[in-house]
């Protein structure tokens, strides 16, 4: 349920909802938009409504909420989310470029596509230290050296950091290392991992799962941010379809759902969601047009030799074309990077 206040609503008014609100054993989230002041409320409320709520000094009205996550709703926070990752904006008319290789594989590696990355204007490396692959006996990652790697590439160039978390050891590995912490579509509903990243704090980028409803996955956010933790980003990385051609297929429309229901970022990975380079840049401009705070590219120095994912991965050369080519697109569509 959401409490919409009245714009000259007092303090005093405010504050005595919201401790109605916790006299019924309820949470009560305030929320101060540049117009309106709302009031979240979760838990059961049918001793709140026996309150009558819309009838108190102050309130304009009351709205019923029929989806399950409240946090991540947009009707509890109707102005977008602007998440802070050290200096970095993500939300709002900021866009950001997430780019690297799929995995860390080496020290040396890191350095070389930090250049890059930056060159082409990205504010955030990728690179995954904990690899969640499908095969046992594929590379599963430099662990810890991986991250200490992310963060020297960090010192080097200031780029921002990003990498992926297995495990909740993996997510105490990663605080104060790197600057947010990846959840990928494998693990989206694992909820004691999704709780784990909500207590650390670190901004959370959270992928689709790869067969999981908008629905789900923003009830996935919701675990995260019922843990106190509000920097959540989402990512559409493909979704599971009867379609051979693509690795999953790119949900787009994921974009405008998200945007209507949620006040969470979204930023668009064409990487993981096609499995081929060349349709890589074509989708990556097609989610600006529609819309997505961001994208997510994988980049290696030689696609030909990466110890994951290298027919996806775009070379320098494709990676800064087209970030040149997306630059006015970003600018078409009132984005700042
Ligand atoms: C990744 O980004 O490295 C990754 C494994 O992606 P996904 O979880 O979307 O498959
Ligand atoms: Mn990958």
Redesign the pocket.
Known sequence: MVIVMKPNASEDSIQHVIHSVQDCGLIAHLSRGKDVTLIGVVGDKHLFMEKNPQLMDGVERVIQVSESYKLANKKFHPDPSIIDVDGVKIGGDHFVILAGP?AVENEPLMYETADVVKKGGAQIL?G?AY??RTSPYSFQGLEEDGLKYLAKAKEKTGLRTIS?VTSISAIHAAKGVIDII?I???NMQNFELLKAAGRSGIPVLL?RGMAATIDEWLNAAEYIMNEGNPNVILCE?GIRTFEPSTRNTLDLSAVCVVKEKSHLPIIV?PS?ATGVRSYVAPLAKAAVAAGADGL?IEVHPNPAIALSDGPQSLDPPAFLTLCEELKPLIHLMGRKM
């Open positions: 799929c990728r995954g690899k969640p992926e990846q990928g579509a494998r992928k990385r990975d993981h997510m």
